[in-house]
């Protein structure tokens, strides 16, 4: 005889569940004064590559990292032009965050009393001086000639040579290397495709001549053309360490910002709430979560346990979820997952509550039945309402007459995602523990 099909969706939720008590545990944890290591995630299929070492991630106010101000020049847009600007200039402070391996960091523009600011928060990071050095500079590449190779003996300056044409905007990628006959690293380039041939031409007409790298107006590189260059790769030398091409690199393939910048403030900022107040916020979340337990337990007897088991399961999954994103926690993250807590028992009231109308009128498996589906609607509605207020207050489409901050974004994002999960288990994962355990 084989497995009904809500004994099947059981078992498939209680595997589900262990797969997400390792992820929860993971990268380790403490039993008995003993430290276990569990690794994380490493797949590849394809060109697809999945890496996660299942940390959980803090954002500023609870892990502490850096807080930096950057004033942008404007002066010389128009107000059409500056709005993009100031996009562009926010779009490649994230990309040149990314390179540094911050997960979700806070970049919001300001204006105010004529002065165009970009904030940036790296939640982490506690090395100003590193984050600044990558994200702040202008990086502009430019490849110039000199304009009489008689000059080339007095060395390079922004007077004695002329652009050639092919900027930094000509890159497609750019990546440290090392010079096995000189012994040195260099940085390998590609050029962009339909850059290839203008690069070609500014090789070929440069045989024999000097090719001179510029970045932010300062000399980066004066080499010597061999051979014309069609392929669309090269190679920039200089007196580089090894750190220096990674920099480099990653300023590159960032792109260049379309306008000046200049750090007018930047502090590295502690764990506003310390250890105890985190750890306080904690106690009190699971004080809560106890006392739900208990009032379903006493409310509904047979019934409160099963949906105590469902909860249980939600704080499982949604820790996993967490770190598998994963997701930034904050202060106000963890308030909108503990609101979600309450959602969560929520749909189970109304379907208890639901239970003890239809069961005096028919048979027991019925009445659990109907009362799932009668009680569909207020659950539906009441969710979608949330999700449309976490969604107003995540501004996922960056809407200017909405709300930009991080910390309340943090909390839609928690909220959301517990709606969700909230809604799994209090309709799929009690519904088919009351068929298997209670119907008969």
């Known amino acids: 005889m084989g497995l009904s099909g809500p004994l099947k969706k059981v078992i498939v939720i209680?595997?589900?569940?262990?797969?997400?008590?390792y992820v929860s545990l993971s990268p380790g944890f403490n039993f008995l004064g003993k430290s276990f290591k569990l690794p994380g995630l490493d797949v590849k299929i394809g060109n697809l590559e999945i890496k996660r070492n299942f940390n959980l991630v803090l954002g500023l106010d609870l892990a502490g990292g850096s807080h930096l101000v950057f004033e942008a020049d404007t002066s010389q847009l128009s107000s059409g032009d500056k709005k993009d600007a100031l996009e562009s200039v926010k779009s490649i402070f994230e990309q040149r965050v990314n390179f540094m391996g911050v997960s979700e960091p806070n970049i919001q523009l300001s204006s105010f009393e004529g002065k165009d600011r970009i904030i940036v928060e790296l939640p982490g990071i506690k090395d100003t001086q590193a984050a600044v050095s990558l994200i702040g500079r202008t990086a502009r590449l430019d490849f110039r000639e000199f304009i009489d190779e008689k000059d080339a003996t007095q060395g390079a300056t922004l007077l004695n040579t002329r652009p050639t044409g092919f900027t930094g905007a000509d890159f497609k990628k750019a990546t440290p290397d090392f010079d096995q006959q000189l012994s040195r690293p260099i940085i390998s380039f590609e050029t962009k495709q339909e850059s290839a041939q203008k690069f070609g031409e500014i090789t070929t007409k440069l045989v024999g001549k000097y090719l001179?790298?510029?970045?932010?107006?300062?000399?980066?590189?004066?080499a010597t053309v061999q051979e014309p260059i069609t392929q669309g790769k090269g190679q920039i030398s200089g007196a580089f360490t090894v750190e220096q091409t990674k920099l480099l690199s990653k300023l590159m393939n960032a792109g260049a910002l379309p306008v000046p910048v200049m750090l007018v403030q930047e502090q590295t900022v502690g764990a506003t709430l310390g250890a105890e107040s985190v750890s306080r916020s904690v106690r009190a979340g699971l004080v809560g979560l106890g006392m739900v337990l208990l009032f379903m337990f006493l409310a509904y007897g047979k019934l409160g346990l099963f949906a105590?088991?469902?909860?249980?399961?939600?704080?499982?999954?949604?820790?996993?979820?967490?770190?598998?994103?994963?997701?930034?926690l904050t202060l106000p993250g963890i308030a909108g997952f503990l609101l979600s807590v309450g959602m969560a028992v929520d749909s189970?009231?109304?379907?208890?509550?639901?239970?003890?109308?239809?069961?005096?009128?028919?048979?027991?498996?019925?009445?659990?039945?109907?009362?799932?589906?009668?009680a569909w609607d207020s659950i539906r509605d009441a969710n979608i309402a949330t999700l449309v207020t976490a969604f107003v207050l995540a501004n996922p489409l960056d809407w200017s007459f909405l709300n930009t901050s991080g910390p309340v974004r943090g909390f839609a994002i928690t909220l959301a995602l517990g709606i969700g999960l909230s809604l799994f288990t209090g309709i799929v994962v009690v519904r088919n523990l009351l068929r298997v355990f209670i119907r008969k």
């Open 14 to 21: 209680f595997l589900l569940t262990l797969v997400c008590v």
């Open 308 to 328: 105590d088991l469902a909860l249980i399961i939600y704080g499982i999954l949604t820790l996993a979820l967490y770190k598998f994103i994963p997701v930034v």
């Open 212 to 222: 001179i790298v510029f970045l932010d107006d300062a000399v980066l590189s004066i």
């Open 348 to 374: 189970n009231i109304l379907i208890f509550e639901r239970f003890k109308e239809e069961k005096p009128r028919r048979p027991l498996a019925d009445a659990l039945e109907v009362s799932f589906g009668r």
